[in-house]
């Protein structure tokens, strides 16, 4: 089983300013964790995703993710934040096979949507 | 260009009425998956086909049905037995030996009651 709690539902933040997302992840398998972005009325878009290669893990538009699994948890950061930044982002977790493949289903937490404010 | 293609954009029910979302993809990906969003609640699965004439429920599947006659082809019928239909459905793709990272979505169709 696996599931994916997002700690705030919105976060605002000026331009320029640390963007800070938090994901916490549960899974009684080894996991591959992602972060989706989603602009309004449009469909998913992949970020960045931790495959157990590296811990830290870099994406598109300047984010990147830590996978502590210690502290159970995959946040997403971003050191300068954009007004283009401003969407809904969402982590996933699934299971991974034998053969280093996501597989199976892909579960998400319930949504960070980010404010980006001049 | 290759993608993955949801129609109608909006789309109203009535009462009582089963109403169909259409999903086509030219990727010939194996895998297809219907997902609904509601605010706050993030993606919750409803169906999935990993190969033509087979699929399986996914966490809501009650009041939904599904097709897999054609591997391009994955139309979802919100039933009438679905009480709570209104939600933005997201359908996605990908090929069967590719990984979640290579997951591609439509951009979405918005279903609300009358």
């Known amino acids: 089983a696996q599931s994916v709690t997002q700690l705030g539902s919105h976060v605002s933040v000026s331009e320029g300013a640390l963007v800070l997302l938090r994901c916490n992840y549960s899974?009684?398998?080894?996991?591959?964790l992602f972060w989706y972005v989603q602009y309004p009325n449009q469909g998913l878009q992949l970020l960045l995703k931790?495959?157990?290669?590296?811990?830290l893990v870099k994406g598109i538009n300047g984010f990147e993710a830590e996978f502590k699994k210690s502290e159970t948890s995959f946040h997403l950061t971003k050191p300068s934040a954009h007004m283009r930044d401003a969407a809904e982002y969402f982590c996933a977790v699934s299971a991974v096979n034998a053969g280093g493949t996501s597989y199976g289903k892909l579960t998400f937490g319930q949504g960070t949507i980010l404010t980006v404010h001049p | 260009d290759g993608g993955i293609t949801q129609s109608p954009k909006y789309l109203f029910r009535k009462e009582g009425q089963n109403v169909t979302l259409s999903c086509e993809q030219n990727?010939?990906?194996?895998?297809m998956y219907w997902y609904r969003q509601d605010p706050g609640q993030g993606l919750r699965l409803i169906y999935y086909?990993?190969?033509?004439?087979?699929?399986q429920k996914g966490d809501i599947a009650e009041g939904y049905s599904v097709s897999r006659e054609k591997k391009e082809s994955f139309p979802l019928t919100v039933t009438s037995a679905q009480k709570n239909p209104t939600a933005f459905y997201l359908c996605?793709?990908?090929?069967?030996?590719?990984?979640?990272?290579?997951?591609?979505f439509g951009s979405g169709t918005q279903l609300s009651v009358l």
């Open positions: 899974s009684s398998v080894p996991p591959y």
């Open positions: 086909s990993q190969i033509v004439n087979d699929f």
């Open positions: 996605a793709s990908r090929r069967d030996r590719d990984g979640f990272e290579k997951l591609f």
């Open positions: 990727l010939n990906h194996d895998a």
């Open positions: 931790y495959t157990s290669a590296a811990t």
